[in-house]
């Protein structure tokens, strides 16, 4: 007796550019070896993700089936720039040991960092030397991803500091 199965994995997008997007995964089980395999199940570890389901408990030897799952992207996931897992099918042979393998998958995002800039200042005019004049710049995260050490620069001679607050 020779019990052994094969899964392949497999995802209904190939990428990804926001939260939010449905993903259902598909896990090809096949008994590949020449005795009934049962409690055929797949296990994946990804966080988020619903239960696996596997349309049939057991499998003969040649047979195959496709187990589902589905999972929403979040932010995290965009900001990582992909999802990486692993599924792993198991079946049971009568005696023995479980037959196992596994499959795993990785989905890119499309990851498009981009900034915009208004600069606007408390004035629209002056007319003497000496005029206090504060600008101010509106940063605005116009990509996908999160953005971090965010700062502002300008070459107008004899401006103060900028300061950048959330």
Known sequence: DA???SVVK???VV????PGVAITY???VTNTGNVDLAAVSVTDPQSGLSAVSCPSPSLAPGAFETCTASYTTTQADVDAGSISN???AS???QTGSAATATSSLTIPAIDTPALSLAKTANVTSYSAPGTAITYSYKVTNTGNVTLTAVSVTDPHVGLSAISCAS
Do not use: L, M
Not at 15 to 18: D, L, Q, V
């Open 26 to 28: 598909s896990y090809k």
């Open 10 to 12: 497999s995802a209904s």
């Open 86 to 88: 692993i599924g792993t």
């Open 15 to 18: 990428n990804y550019s926001a």
């Open 91 to 93: 079946g049971t042979p």
């Open 3 to 5: 019990p052994a199965v």
